[in-house]
């Protein structure tokens, strides 16, 4: 029994190849007549909130394959028989694809690319092959990674001189259709990941400039000195806006590395795309010489220090620069006083000029 199992895979194999003459569609690239497939792409997608560059990091992936000779049931795909993908006859040619952040401005998305590359060497039959590729989770903060395992079939056919060639590759993934079945559908070799999109990852805070007192000098220029430390390599985007309504620059911030921003009062320093593990610190310069008194204060009201880390989106941090005038003691400084005196002068002339027209009478 066995025997006649093992004869029928090694026939149904051998006329897998006229089979294949069929041609496929989906989304894979395909060679048309005797042309053998030139390049199979794969693509790694990092979307984000719009606000985040992309991250200083790689992005591993493997290819295997998948071994059917233990199968109870005979493997099929497209109406053929599946044979077991052939150690070394696809493979991946980087395996990584790196992102690096850029540009002037961040994207909502990023993207690279890599290829899957085949020996016909290793390849003794035409048939069609059965790998699986996947991404390798990481560890990158502020990213959730792509789980989708691929099911990938490589089409080797035989030209008319005898020679092997790969005429497709089409690729499959699991999808949930209306009725909440799993169903296998051809699809692109996309992995994407999301940085801050869908999932919360990617955090911002604000640091709001505020001049109080009654000397405090609204349109004088406040200067701060900024940073965020997190992950090597790293940029973050930021928004300065000189004061409310006024000039608003964009720019950006390197990993632990400090820039210089100024703003008047209501002006402020945005900084977008922070993660849970990474610290800002923010520290104005010393205006205690003119008179101010520095505290910076969290969005309830209360005071805290210059560095932190940021939880959550739209977190703000007020910069409090207070000033009141030093009155010197012994000076009258309204005109209350006198008022009393002069009503008092007013009341005793009344009294006295009362009191000696009485006595006259």
């Not at 051809?186 to 709001?208: P, R, V």
């Not at 900024?226 to 000039?247: F, I, L, P, S």
Request: charged share 25%.
């Amino acid at each position: 029994m066995k025997f006649q199992r093992i004869a029928g895979r090694l026939a149904a194999g051998v006329m897998t190849g006229a089979v294949l003459l069929t041609t496929f569609g989906g989304t894979a690239l395909a060679a048309t007549g005797a042309t053998p497939l030139e390049k199979m792409e794969y693509t790694k997608v990092v979307t984000t909130d719009g606000h985040t560059y992309a991250p200083k990091t790689s992005f591993s992936f493997t290819l295997t394959p998948v071994d059917h000779s233990k199968d109870t049931n005979q493997a099929t795909f497209e109406g053929n028989v599946v044979l077991s993908g052939v150690e070394g006859g696809l493979t991946l040619k980087a395996g990584t694809i790196t992102f690096t952040p850029s540009g002037s401005t961040p994207d909502a998305s990023y993207s690279g690319k890599d290829e899957i590359t085949w020996n016909m060497e290793k390849f003794n039959t035409p048939g069609v092959y059965h790998y699986r590729m996947q991404e390798t989770a990481g560890s990158y903060e502020g990213i959730v990674y792509d789980t989708t395992v691929y099911d990938v079939y490589a089409f080797v056919l035989r030209d008319e001189t005898g020679s092997l060639y790969v005429k497709s590759i089409i690729c499959t993934k699991p999808v949930k259709n209306d009725r909440d079945e799993i169903k296998d559908t051809k699809a692109d070799l996309i992995f994407t990941n999301d940085y801050g999109k869908d999932d919360d990852t990617t955090h911002d805070i604000n640091i709001i400039k505020k001049v109080t007192g009654n000397m405090g000098e609204t349109n004088k220029d406040f200067v701060f000195r900024v940073k965020v430390k997190g992950t090597e390599g790293e940029w973050y985007k930021v928004v300065v806006t000189e004061k409310e309504g006024g000039k608003v620059t964009e720019t950006h911030l390197v990993n632990n590395v400090e820039a210089e921003f100024t703003v008047r009062d209501t002006g402020s320093i945005h900084i977008y795309g922070l993660t849970a593990g990474d610290t800002y610190t923010v520290n104005e310069q010393d205006y205690t010489v003119d008179g101010y008194t520095t505290t910076y204060v969290d969005a309830a009201g209360k005071e805290v220090s210059n560095t932190n880390q940021v939880t959550e989106d739209g977190s703000l941090l007020y910069v409090d620069n207070h000033r009141d005038a030093a009155i010197p003691g012994g000076v009258v400084t309204t005109v209350a006083p006198y008022v009393l005196m002069l009503a008092f002068a007013a009341a005793m002339i009344f009294f006295f000029g009362r009191k000696k027209k009485m006595s006259e009478e």
